[in-house]
């Protein structure tokens, strides 16, 4: 399945089936039916056994949900009052399109027009109390009626290649997770692979606790997105990695702190592999890869990101070589773990 | 041509101010089978005459839009942007544009990272020197494809929501030009005296200038001037909105009493909802501008109201937008030699 089949399912976090059903599909021909299976966190849990034996369990995870929205209720003129699903900063949907629903119902979010602004209005950031999504409903009654409180929502940006090599696009994280799963779940290797597509990541790292404890790898490679923060001058040292230099290998973030032998393995697999890569200069973020450390007795565990502007907004841009990289320094993981 | 087509085909045509000339070809054409002649002029104001035997009377509605333009190009290739017309910096962040550079190229407009601001930058809105456009592309590659002065369109999606209602782009002011489209193809089954210049006007959003040049072609003996006004949205002032869903007439002292009385009547009588909207002085539109060419040209402003105006979700209802060529049409069979006199007695 290609990226941009990928991004185009709309699935924010509790909201997955859209992108778990697409990828069962999936992944029940590229590992067997028997080898598939959906756990209680509705996680997608896919095994291959490996071709020789003492070697480590290794688990690659990346999730499936993305950041949207949910509606809460409806104002008499019939706008839908709204929260985010996930950590979206309300400057970056202001003026946007979204799509409501399992109908995906077209609306946008509108703002008052500058004409009408206070200096006040100016430089108050409006806040999710005060922005809505407006589907064209005449009142509160049709409103609801088409969308009642828990509806989800979602943007609505077309996936758009530009530049030298880059992509703009929705839920590039961690679709670019999801997309290298299915890439790598395409060959065999020495070890037993578990691939893990979890859910609810950006509501707290919800899905990979049950996948963690259900899977209990030696090992897990957990494949994000990560925040670049690379371009409009940014000082040099608040660059947490930059877009286009190659796949970001963490050694700590704010939710773990990774062991150091697999963190110097993987940097030397790459260095031996000619694959580009960055050592991610920043201790931002947190990610599944601590549920999957922590689980039961514990694992080794690191996280390979594909650095990705704007996060968590409509419009996301990643470098295509990164997500190859992100790919190839993985692979070569797990044809030598 | 559906007027859906239209606005959607319109909307993602470039039409800066100042550089309208491919939303001009555009829309020249969409006059061509109604009108006797159509030209573009110096400026690229489009000038589509019915002939008549009447009073000159001249219809306008801007077809420029608001947008903006490369200011510097920063050493990593960022582009940083000034306004062309009233952008509001609030809807930039996430933005995704068009930049004509000697490529046409996609681009998004990005803001530094929540997490390297402030607690107190987190808490205003992104000035738009925070904020750049990213081309995807090596800085070099940047410099060889853009200069400073290239012209940045905003996102050109056209929406269909609930109830006829739809939110797109340059609604303000294309909207208006379908108002007069639609007019324009509804005379054909008329009967009208009136010597018709329908204009669709270039440089609005930067002061009224196609207006101004094009009127003193024109030479009309009246105008009616057709613009967006603002519909009711959380926030606003309640006395200086109107409701969605039906067509408005401005009053005050840059409209003429006359000529507006004579199109509440027209209303009155092919029953169409018409809102009042007061305007004390100026009204920030071309009548402004037209009013005051040659020795003076009375005018009427008749407006479609919209939600979210100089953003890229400009929302409308095509209910409001087809009475309000329904009306237009109207008021234009209805014209006689006679109200030439009575202008002023």
Redesign the interface.
């Known amino acids: 399945m290609d990226l941009k089949t990928l991004c185009g399912i709309h699935a924010p976090s509790g909201d997955e089936k859209r992108l778990r059903r697409a990828i069962l599909e999936e992944a029940r021909k590229l590992c067997g039916e028997e080898n598939v299976r959906i756990d209680r966190m509705g996680n997608v849990l896919c095994h291959k056994k490996g071709t020789e034996v003492g070697r480590p369990h290794v688990c690659v995870s990346a999730h499936m949900d993305e950041v949207g929205f949910i509606i809460l209720s409806a104002?008499d003129?019939g706008?839908l009052q709204f929260r985010p699903i996930g950590s979206i900063?309300p400057?970056?949907?202001?003026?946007?399109?979204v799509l409501v629903g399992e109908d995906l119902?077209?609306?946008?979010?509108?703002?008052?027009?500058?004409?009408?602004?206070t200096r006040e209005?100016?430089?108050?950031?409006?806040g999710y109390d005060?922005l809505?999504i407006?589907?064209?409903?005449?009142d509160k009654d049709?409103a609801l009626g088409?969308c009642p409180p828990g509806t989800y929502a979602y943007f609505?940006?077309p996936y758009?290649p530009?530049?030298?090599?880059?992509?703009?696009a929705k839920a590039l994280d961690d679709r670019v997770g999801c997309y290298n799963l299915l890439q790598l779940m395409q060959s065999g290797y020495p070890g037993d692979v578990t691939f893990c597509f979890v859910t609810q990541e950006e509501v707290g790292l919800r899905g990979s606790i049950g996948a963690a404890f259900t899977v209990r790898p030696d090992v897990c490679i957990n494949l994000e997105g990560t925040?670049a923060?690379?371009?409009?001058?940014?000082e040099r040292r608040?660059e947490?990695c930059c877009a286009g230099q190659g796949v970001a290998v963490s050694f700590m973030d704010r939710s773990s702190v990774y062991q150091r032998k697999l963190f110097k393995k993987l940097l030397a697999l790459a260095d031996a592999g000619d694959i580009p890569h960055q050592v991610k200069r920043g201790v931002?973020g947190s990610n599944d890869a601590a549920n999957y450390q922590r689980a039961a007795g514990g694992a080794l565990a690191c996280t390979l990101s594909v650095p990705c502007?704007?996060i968590h907004?409509?419009?996301s841009?990643c470098?295509l070589d990164d997500i190859d990289a992100q790919y190839r320094l993985t692979r070569a993981f797990l044809l030598n773990a | 041509m559906r007027t859906e087509d239209f606005l959607r085909e319109a909307a993602a045509l470039p039409g800066l101010s100042g550089n309208e000339q491919a939303v001009a070809r555009y829309i020249a054409d969409a006059f061509r089978p109604f009108c006797d002649e159509v030209r573009i002029d110096s400026l690229n104001s489009v000038i589509a005459h019915i002939e008549g035997r009447g009073p000159k009377v001249m219809i306008c509605a801007h077809l420029d839009e608001i947008g903006l333009m490369v200011s510097r190009i920063e050493e990593d290739g960022a582009l940083r942007m000034r306004n062309v017309g009233g952008v509001d910096p609030r809807i930039l962040p996430g933005m995704r544009v068009t930049v004509h550079g000697k490529e046409t190229l996609p681009g998004v407009i990005g803001a530094k990272a929540p997490h390297l601001l402030t607690e107190a930058e987190r808490k205003k809105n992104y000035d738009r020197d925070d904020l750049f456009i990213d081309l995807g592309m090596s800085a070099d590659h940047v410099k060889e494809l853009v200069q400073v002065g290239d012209l940045v369109q905003l996102e050109g999606g056209f929406t269909k929501l609930l109830n006829g209602r739809c939110a797109g782009k340059t609604m303000d002011d294309r909207s208006c030009v379908a108002i007069m489209l639609r007019a324009a193809e509804a005379l054909q089954r008329m009967d009208t005296r009136a010597d018709l210049y329908f204009v669709a006007s270039c440089q609005e959003e930067v002061g009224g200038y196609g207006a101004m040049t094009a009127g003193y072609g024109v030479a009309p003996d009246f105008g009616i001037v057709l613009d967006v006004t603002h519909a009711r949205t959380p926030g606003a002032p309640a006395l200086e909105v109107c409701d969605l869903d039906s067509p408005a007439a401005a009053m005050g002292p840059y409209i003429h009493p006359l000529l507006r009385k004579k199109l509440v009547e027209v209303a009155k009588e092919i029953n169409v909802k018409l809102q009042d909207e007061v305007m004390p002085r100026d009204t920030s539109t071309d009548t402004d501008d037209l009013n005051a060419v040659r020795g003076g040209v009375p005018c009427i402003l008749l407006e479609l109201p919209v939600k979210y105006m100089h953003t890229s979700v400009e929302l409308l209802d095509m209910h409001a937008l087809t009475e309000c060529a329904r009306l237009l049409a109207a008021y234009l069979a209805a014209i006689e030699d006679s109200w030439r006199d009575e202008l002023w007695i």
């Open positions: 104002t003129d706008l900063d400057r970056v949907v202001v003026s946007k399109r119902l077209p609306g946008v979010i509108g703002a008052l027009a500058i004409h009408l602004q209005d100016r430089e108050r950031v409006l005060n809505y407006d589907i064209g409903a005449k049709e088409k609505d940006t758009t530009f530049g030298d090599g880059f992509v703009c925040a923060n690379d371009l409009g001058d940014v608040d947490v931002t502007r704007y907004s409509g419009a841009v470098c």
